[in-house]
């Protein structure tokens, strides 16, 4: 079984950055695409971003292409989020997720989740 455990979540001003980061368990990382979705207080789970296996493609919410940019390194077992020119509306709880599916085929339905980390960002 796949664990993934989220940190680099917190508080931080309206313009500013943070960069998440996923940790992965077992060597079949690489197999699987990795993924970021999120949810707000009140609202569904959204997609945001995601990566093939081996990182050559990778996917994008509109509302954060251009500030948004998801990564992986299959040596460290890790995918990461990096999170520029923060607005308030990304303020939710970011979920790292694995699919052996590519991200074009992803449903409500994954694989693997983690926990969450709670970005909140003030105005």
């Known amino acids: 079984q796949v664990q993934l455990v989220e940190s680099g979540g917190g508080l931080v001003q309206a313009g500013g950055s943070l960069r998440l980061s996923c940790a992965a368990s077992g060597r079949a990382f690489s197999l699987y695409s990795m993924g970021w979705l999120r949810q707000a207080p009140g609202k569904e789970r959204e997609f945001v971003a995601a990566?093939?296996?081996?990182?050559?493609?990778?996917y994008y919410k509109d509302s954060v292409k251009g500030r948004f940019t998801i990564s992986r390194d299959d040596v460290k077992n890790t995918v990461y989020l990096q999170m520029n020119s923060l607005k308030p509306e990304d303020t939710a709880v970011y979920y790292c997720?694995?699919?052996?599916?590519?991200?074009?085929?992803?449903?409500?339905?994954?694989?693997?989740w983690g926990q969450g980390t709670q970005v909140t960002v003030s105005s």
């Open positions: 997720a694995a699919d052996l599916r590519s991200p074009t085929n992803w449903g409500p339905s994954l694989d693997y």
């Open positions: 990566t093939r296996r081996g990182g050559t493609s990778t």
